[in-house]
């Protein structure tokens, strides 16, 4: 059965201290809580990796990194790489956030590098797609999104693929307090695994995990969950703060 998954996406969010802080008291709640049918991945800034990856030893959580670059190594000044990542224990990186296309003009041909140098390095790539408001709008949101995955994920055998989450996030709903409503996200993920199935056949689909995010919340994230084909969330604003993001880690 495929896994349940609730990542934390901080973004550029948190001092050292406040990072420390906020990671100890999340691996120290853990720690009383049944996490036995759902991952937790935390993926604060690179620069709080290591120490992030330190405490995950102890507890149950995984790490990620938000990004990081295509290539493994070489004259690339201030950027990050798979090898880095791997000395490091870090398990997941987030692969084609719309913050990163939209500001740092990630383009398909540089996702789908970014998904083969994770892999390379025994990374585990969440791959995010969606659709911005006037795609939806113009009734085009599944033809964007299928483009996203058939130009930067589905070039991947079925075993590399294996190793791949998949994470919807409507750009329109990302930090802005306006969720996707249930209906809307089970349609699309259910779109999302149909389009894995005919492309790796359905015995890989159903154990693809396809996590919801924009604007879930403690409040929403019950709901949003319990759509047939939504398997968790990717999480923003609020992954930052210790009590929502752990209950929305047990709104399954
Ligand atoms: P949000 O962000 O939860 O703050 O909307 C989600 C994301 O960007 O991954």
Redesign the pocket.
Known sequence: MRRKIVAG?WKMNKSFPDAEELIAEIADKLESMDTGHQDVILCPPYVYLEMATDIAEESVFSVGSQNMNENDTGAYTGEISGPMLTSMEVEYCIIG?SERRKYFGEDYALLAKKVDAALRNGIRPIFCCGEVLPEREAGRHFEIVKKQLDESLFHLTAEQFQQAVIAY?PVW???TGVNATPAQAQEMHAYIREQVASKYGESLASETSILY????NASNARELFSQADVDGG?????SLKADEFLRIVTSF
């Open positions: 996406n956030h996030e709903a990302i930090g995010g924009g604007s879930c990717l999480i923003g604003g609020a």
